[in-house]
């Protein structure tokens, strides 16, 4: 039996040609396919294969714990940049958020731009949960905004895209910001939200106003803060550094991160 030489794993393609191939000869007089041995071990491990296939992405779609309100850390502590202290966003700031908008744009068939007041009319999911740092530290919060999968399906995503990609408006040097991206498991899972207010309060500028990403089974840095910007692609390597965010892309963080 032959393996692809382009892949170190047995493919499934490969495994069932061998498959064939080696129980063809085998087969003598009343000997049956069910009762070949070879058969049954070559079924049961493609069968297996199939499983492995398929798990990481079963749950891929479980839920993160969530918390009771007294379970809350009494301050959630700010990480990475805790002010952007742009012209720009001390402006919009200054305008409580009035002149901002969220772009989303790329692979969708009408681009968005929402403010804060539109956000607000849309369905909103509540969710107390626990951020976990790369840096060691934990907090729980009660986070509240609108599922992502509405402003997508409000967007019309492609079929062609494969990531969202977070545009942040913090400057992290030569006018860059901070960004992130996500996969559309990840984009579509019930507790990734687009949130506005921690809490029950609308979102200090910290933690991120005026909304931020929550994506509950990912650690800390996948959260972008400071949104002005989601951009659906089919392919990471054209932005930026090309490793899908900019820890990943300076600091050789995971791109998958998740927990
Ligand atoms: N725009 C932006 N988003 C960011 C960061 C940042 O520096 N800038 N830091 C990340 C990291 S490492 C963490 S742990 C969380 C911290 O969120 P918090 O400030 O609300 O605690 O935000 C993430 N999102
Ligand atoms: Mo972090």
Redesign the pocket.
């Known amino acids: 039996m032959t393996t692809s030489p382009r892949s170190p794993i047995v493919s499934r393609r490969a495994l069932l040609t061998g498959l064939t191939a080696g129980t063809a000869g085998l087969l003598t007089g009343c000997d049956s396919l069910a009762r070949n041995e070879r058969f049954r071990k070559a079924l049961f491990s493609a069968e297996n294969m199939h499983k492995w296939l398929q798990r990481p992405l079963q749950d891929r779609d479980a839920l993160a714990p969530e918390y009771r309100a007294d379970q809350r850390s009494p301050f ?7 002010n952007p202290n742009t012209e720009s966003y001390k402006a919009l700031w200054r305008g409580k958020f009035a002149d901002w908008r969220l772009m989303v744009d790329g692979l969708v068939a009408r681009p968005l731009s929402l403010s804060l007041a539109q956000l607000h009319t849309m369905p909103q999911r509540i969710q107390t949960t626990r ?1 976990d ?2 840096e060691g530290w934990s ?1 729980i919060g009660t986070w509240r905004g609108v599922p992502l999968k509405l402003v997508l399906d409000a967007a019309g995503l492609s079929s062609r895209a494969r990531y969202l990609v977070f545009h ?1 408006m ?1 400057d992290m040097g030569g006018g860059n ?2 960004y992130e991206s996500i996969d559309m498991v990840d984009a579509f899972h019930p507790q990734t939200i687009l949130a506005h207010a921690l809490n029950e309060q609308p979102l200090e500028v ?3 106003a005026p909304l ?1 990403l929550r994506v509950e089974r990912h650690l ?2 996948k ?4 949104l002005s910007r989601i951009e659906a692609v089919d392919d990471l390597s054209r932005i930026r550094g090309g490793k899908g965010g900019y820890w990943e892309d300076i600091a050789g963080y995971e791109w998958y991160a998740g927990i």
């Open positions: 959630f502590r700010p990480n990475g940049t805790a951020h740092c790369v907090a942040c913090d910001g901070y910290r933690n991120g931020r800390g840095y959260h972008a803060k400071f």
